[in-house]
């Protein structure tokens, strides 16, 4: 009941003639949704801001406190040209921000309804904010490591809806840390979940949320019935309706 399936031994599986079938396209716009309240809550320092009032620091309005980022002009990151990495253009372009993407198969200096294909140095030193949207695999395992971060702006927030392992957690926790990178927003993490005293955890820059993005009513309702037509499937001896092959 998932689109990724980076859990699952693939191989292993088809060895043992056992079908596998996951829930592709229902969680599309969930996951855009929850990757642009990821990306306006760490832009707006949103979590902070109730922090600061639960802690009873707020005393009055004032100019300089909390201050963001503005979305307007601001350029947005995309890695991983598939069906989230669109649906999240399409939010990104409703805020007015410049849109760039990078994935296996596009080409750079080409473009697409405002959106410029990169290749993926140039939309890590450009991006004010990377978001990820690749599955996890081994071309893609610690994608953002220690040096694909030392390539981001220092200003730059990191969004991570797609799978933890797509993220080296250390380099990253170093990178929020020494200031390499402004701030990150994580749907998945590695391990999944983080354990209660991860340093990640403690860092003001950092906002983690527990494997949320396909958490809506409808969208869960949805990856329910497809699930139970796999499964009505396989049991029946049918080909499978949404397949991993
Ligand atoms: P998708 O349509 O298959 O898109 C993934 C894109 O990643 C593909 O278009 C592929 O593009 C690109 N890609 C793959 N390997 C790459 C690489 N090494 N370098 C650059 N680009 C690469 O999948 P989707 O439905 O958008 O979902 C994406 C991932 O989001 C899923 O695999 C899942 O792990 C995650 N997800 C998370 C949640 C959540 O709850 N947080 C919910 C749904 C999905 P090309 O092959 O054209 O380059």
Redesign the pocket.
């Known amino acids: 009941m998932?689109?990724?399936y980076?859990n699952i031994d693939v191989a292993a599986a088809k060895e043992r003639g056992i079908k596998l079938g996951n829930t592709?396209g229902v969680?599309?716009d969930a996951?855009a949704d929850?990757t642009f309240s990821l990306l306006l809550a760490s832009a707006r320092r949103l979590i902070e801001g109730v922090e600061y009032i639960r802690e009873g620091k707020w005393q009055t309005w004032h100019p300089s406190v909390l201050l963001g980022v503005e979305l307007r002009g601001s350029t947005l990151g995309i890695?991983?040209?598939?069906?989230?990495?669109k649906a999240v253009a399409k939010r990104a372009a409703g805020f007015d921000m410049r849109i760039l993407a990078?994935?296996?198969?596009?080409t750079p200096s080409e473009s697409e309804d405002g959106v410029q294909f990169v290749d993926l140095n140039t939309l890590l030193r450009e991006s004010d904010f990377v978001s990820l949207?690749?599955?996890?695999?081994e071309?893609?395992y610690h994608?953002i490591n220690r040096e694909t971060l030392a390539l981001m702006k220092p200003t730059a927030i990191l969004i991570n809806?797609?799978?933890g392992g797509v993220v080296d957690p250390l380099a990253l926790t170093e990178a929020l840390q020494q200031g390499v990178l402004g701030g990150t927003a994580l749907?998945?993490t590695d391990p999944e979940p983080l354990p209660p005293d991860h340093p990640l955890l403690s860092l003001k820059n950092a906002l983690v949320v527990p494997?949320?993005?396909?958490a809506t009513h409808q969208t869960r309702a949805l990856m329910s019935s497809m699930s139970a037509d796999n499964l009505i499937a396989g049991v029946t001896n049918q080909p499978l309706p949404n397949s991993i092959s």
Not at 79 to 85: E, N, T, V
């Open positions: 998932a689109v990724g980076n592709p969680l599309t996951t929850l890695i991983g040209w598939g069906r989230i990495g990078y994935s296996r198969s596009t949207h690749v599955p996890q695999n071309s893609t994608m809806t797609a799978r749907d998945v494997h949320i993005g396909s």
